[in-house]
């Protein structure tokens, strides 16, 4: 009996080990077929000096409450109108919001739904103290060693600038699409975009406007972040997380120090808190962070190829390593960030409330309501109160099988044929979310080169962009532009 049973075990682990390797040995890079392109010669330094001009005006996102910086704006618009004189004269601009802008490419066939590509013109402040910090002001647009210095580089004046360049370029060219293509440019993306981005998709749903994509900001070209691959990585985002703000407030009666109960209410929030430390939301592997997996596997080294390419068995194993921090927890979980904390007046009083704001990162597969009950669940004090302060839910996952995301996969092979590309999940938020009812698919990516350090200069200081990854971007979009027009 012993001796069958061994025998059993024997040939179970013979049979794994074979399916393992076998799924490991045959996980292998796609055979890439591309047709040579010519190169368009477009001038570098003329459009590193129109996106340093751009630049220059602060047109900045300060909070919801405050005014819009609409003198600035004013001076992008006339920007835009001096530097693009060919997209002024033949594309149809609507002003929306007043400050918002939506440029129409009208094609030739009205039966092609759409396709939109997006950028915003506002950005977000300095922070205040860190301005020496800076190797160039801010708002200078100084063009030194090789790249354009400012707010907005990155982060997203240069999407709203290549698009034109390339719109300019292909006018120019006599480019006649079949696809109708709309610029939207909106104002107010690092507020949550319910003025520009928000009002644009409106406008083209009451035109009854069909859309097939857009394609907006998010994720980039990164070098040096995934283990074993030292190839660059085009991510297209597939998807955002969804955003949760809740308040947790801990009562108590309140009376003098000296004679306090058992827990103030510092006490039962402080406990409160370190339960939602202690208690994160489950890890899971879900689209579009599987298809990533499964894109990036065959050119991971053999381990990691065996563990993604095996995971009907060694998902847990899988999910254990990447829930353990950083980037790649955020991927599989609904990520938990404590915030803010407030509470007491004096040393000797005790205190009849405090407060504590926490953040949360939705993953596609969770939805407010998730959170909350987990948030109620994992406290379990009726004396701690939670509320939704604000608030919105993942977006949709749009598909990697479309047409239009094998243009978009197809047009980064033949401009950058360096790089891999994969399906992404955007961990911050865009304005993308307010065009998910409006079109088939939301695509999320600009061929920005990151190395591991640039991440800190998106919000951070020291943001800029190197003029020949700029010159990249627009020829990305130059041909992206024949490629939907059919
Ligand atoms: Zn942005």
Do not use: C
């Amino acid at each position: 009996m012993l001796k069958k049973l061994g025998l059993l075990i024997f040939v179970v682990i013979v049979g794994l080990t074979v399916v393992i390797a076998f799924n490991t040995i045959t996980n292998t890079p796609p055979e890439v077929i591309t047709e040579q392109i010519a190169i368009p010669q477009i001038d570098e330094m003329a459009a590193a000096k129109r996106l340093s001009q751009a630049v220059q005006f602060k047109t900045i996102s300060q909070s919801r409450e405050a005014p819009v910086a609409a003198a600035e704006f004013g001076k992008m618009h006339a920007l835009l109108n001096a530097s693009f004189p060919t997209v002024a004269s033949n594309l149809k601009k609507q002003i929306i919001s007043e400050h918002s802008l939506l440029y129409k490419w009208e094609g030739s066939d009205p039966a092609l739904p759409a396709a939109i590509l997006m950028g915003h013109m506002d950005v977000v402040p300095v922070e205040p103290g860190t301005e020496d910090r800076w190797e160039h002001p801010p708002f200078s647009g100084v063009i030194k060693d090789g790249a354009v210095w400012g707010r907005g580089t990155l982060d997203d004046k240069l999407s709203v600038m290549a698009l034109l360049e390339a719109a300019e370029f292909q006018l120019k060219a006599g480019l006649k699409p079949k696809r109708t293509i709309y610029f939207a440019f909106g104002h107010d993306e690092e507020i949550g975009g319910p003025n520009g981005a928000g009002k644009i998709s409106e406008f083209l749903e009451e035109q009854g406007v069909r859309v097939a994509f857009t394609l907006d900001e998010g994720m980039v070209i990164v070098q040096g972040i995934m283990p074993g691959i030292e190839r660059p990585i085009a991510f297209i985002a597939l998807a955002e997380k969804g955003y949760l703000t809740l308040e947790l407030t801990a009562t108590a009666t309140g009376g003098h120090s000296s004679i306090p109960p058992k827990e103030t209410a510092v006490g039962k929030l402080s406990k409160a808190v370190s339960a939602l430390e202690a208690n994160r939301l489950p890890t899971a592997l879900q689209r579009p962070v599987s298809d990533m997996f499964d894109a990036l596997a065959p050119y991971m080294p053999t381990s990691l190829k065996a563990v993604i390419s095996n995971r009907w068995l060694l998902e847990p194993v899988l999910l254990g390593q990447l829930g353990k921090g950083g980037a790649t927890n955020a991927m599989v979980r609904t990520t938990t960030a404590a915030t803010i904390i407030q509470g007491g007046t004096k040393d000797n009083v005790l205190p009849t409330s405090a407060t504590a704001t926490v953040n949360f990162r939705i993953l596609p597969g969770n939805t407010i309501e998730d959170v909350v009950a987990h948030v109620n669940d994992t406290v379990n004090d009726p004396s701690v109160t939670v509320k939704v302060k604000q608030g919105g839910n993942p977006s949709k996952v749009s598909r990697q099988t479309s047409e239009s995301y094998k243009k978009i996969e197809k047009t980064i092979m033949e401009t950058l044929p360096d790089v891999i590309v994969s399906p992404g999940l955007m961990l911050a938020g865009s304005d993308s979310k307010h065009y998910e009812k409006l079109a088939d698919d939301n695509y999320r990516f600009i061929p920005m080169r990151f190395g591991p350090k640039d991440l800190s200069r998106v919000h951070g200081t020291n943001e800029r962009v190197m003029i020949k990854n700029y010159a990249e971007i627009i020829r990305f979009y130059i041909r992206l532009m024949e490629n939907v027009a059919q």
